[in-house]
């Protein structure tokens, strides 16, 4: 099997885990939050991986999972309380966990993120040379930060009303913003774009990229809509203007996603982030983009709120 | 005058200006706000100076200093929608403040820290050589936080009821916490504590820092109590076990973060963080323990509510 057919098959392949683990609520919704752990968790080994220096510094590694996990937990606790407030379909061990991963409705991400800072500056002390000291706590941090945080605000997104929708739009603007650029730049690439990180793209690629991802996020919209209405569920209430808006911004955030990951590698030193998955080298490679633009998505209808639209 | 002298006149100039922005409600609580932002920009200069490798690699300075305000006045933000709920007491400008980053009650400051990430990957890929990538963005990421959300929280414990108790008692702990180790070590110093970081302390120096964190706690309790009941002021509800307890926490804390500080300078290679404070070298040196201090107790505070207790 080529490199292309492994590539789509284990594409198509991990679409349909995740598509049945956003399908059926089992315990709490605990399928989508182990989906969510198992990228974070697998990109956060990755990250350390590449970042480790050996003798010049690398990351806490078991702290950092530690860490991580505590504020997927904070992530989960706050989706538990969007999707069912009075806890009416949920376990004791559910009401515990709101209770002290959201107690009285704090964001604990922040806290727990320099109580990570703090930890790992104690076993840094404690535990290794001095030499490094600055290059390992702050990539034990930023690689927490990136990954987990990352991938955190995807639960968030899926518990809004029409959550799905953006679940699904914010997946799909990478992906069509990469097929876009590679077809375009195989086609009509002239000129080079001159990134050093990535010296084969081309302008004529990003703008493909970029007019793919309008096309798809406009087509996604109507279909959405029509089956929406046929379903009687929630509609998102974005209009042609504002979506194709989206698709142009988060084309670019999420080439920015791309880019950052192979300056990522390329500073190591190391071709793919791992051998993981078939055809597409580790999670990092494969999700690289979508670290970046969930929470970006995020934050665009957290602040699309303050401007008078309800948050469906 | 010697280091010493200098130290002392300093360190009660600092204090004074302190006691002074805390003591008047002018336009918002602005120098409260002012305060904490001297403390975190100035912090933030220092630590990209320290982080500085050259062609190695060091942080983006503008675009951190940016997002350090935007993180600043999301906490501002906060800070004034707990201190006056209705906004009765504020102006046009301060309410469209809270509306734009404290909207419904969302807290910014993870969205915040992930647009940082992206904007200096874009910086990174746009405008960097490769080697250093990771260093450079990593040192981007956790120098803002290290200094902003640092002194953050010391904003939002202000806004609590007994929230100059709290404000007092965190920073009191790492002042007690040094003296004592400084003259415990050199009266009753015999075993060195063999951290490579700071090779001439001695395990009597930390002792009694912790020994000095519980007794001043204490009598600082002891004190404010009486005084605070004379004045009609909301009592902290705090018992002499609990507050000898979070001494001992806050004490270990607080060398964490004053060892932290030391270890990132051996590993720059230089004495002092800067010429800022005369006696005292630069920001990062006098508030190293309290980036932690702050953040850490506020996160205690946050968690004992779950136990029942009632934030005051």
């Known amino acids: 099997m080529n490199e292309t057919a492994k590539r789509i098959v284990s594409g198509v392949g991990i679409g349909a885990v995740v598509i049945f683990a956003l399908s059926y609520d089992v315990y709490g919704w605990i399928f989508p939050f182990c989906l969510v752990a198992v990228f974070a968790l697998l990109g956060l080994y990755e990250f350390q991986v590449l970042t480790d220096r050996g003798l010049d510094g690398s990351a ?7 860490f991580s996990v505590l504020i997927l ?4 606790a706050r989706f ?3 999707k069912d407030p009075e806890a009416l379909h949920q376990s004791e061990l559910h009401v515990l966990l709101r209770t002290w991963f959201y107690p009285a409705a704090t964001n604990l991400v922040p806290l ?14 404690l535990s290794r ?16 930060f990136y990954t987990t945080i990352g991938v955190g605000y995807a639960l968030l997104l899926y518990a809004l009303p029409a959550g799905l929708f953006y679940l699904i739009l914010f997946a799909l603007i990478p992906i069509s913003s990469d097929t876009g650029a590679y077809f375009a730049g195989r086609w009509f690439g002239r000129h080079n774009a001159g990134l050093k990180v990535s010296p084969r793209k081309t302008w004529e690629g990003y703008i493909g990229g970029v007019v793919l991802s309008v096309l798809v996020v406009n087509g996604f919209l109507y279909g959405w809509t029509e089956y929406a209405r046929s379903q009687d569920w929630p509609l998102p209430n974005i209009a042609m203007l504002e979506i194709s808006l989206l698709g142009v911004i988060m084309s670019f955030v999420s080439v920015i996603g791309d880019l950052a990951e192979s300056a990522f590698k390329r500073d190591a030193k190391i071709k793919d982030s791992a051998q993981t998955i078939p055809g597409h ?7 690289d983009a979508l670290f970046f633009a969930f929470p970006v998505g995020y934050f665009y209808l957290v602040l699309r ?3 008078g639209f309800t948050l469906v």
């Not at 937990?73 to 989960?76: G, P, S, T, V």
């Not at 080298?281 to 999700?287: R, T």
């Open 60 to 66: 806490f590694r078991k702290t950092a999972f530690v």
């Open 73 to 76: 937990l904070a992530f989960y």
């Open 80 to 82: 538990l309380t969007i």
């Open 112 to 125: 727990l993120m320099i109580a990570l800072l703090v930890a790992s500056s104690a076993l840094q002390i």
């Open 129 to 144: 040379p001095l030499d490094g000291a600055i290059y390992s706590i702050s990539v034990t941090v930023s690689g927490v």
């Open 281 to 287: 080298g580790g999670i990092l490679d494969l999700a």
């Open 305 to 307: 709120q303050v401007a």
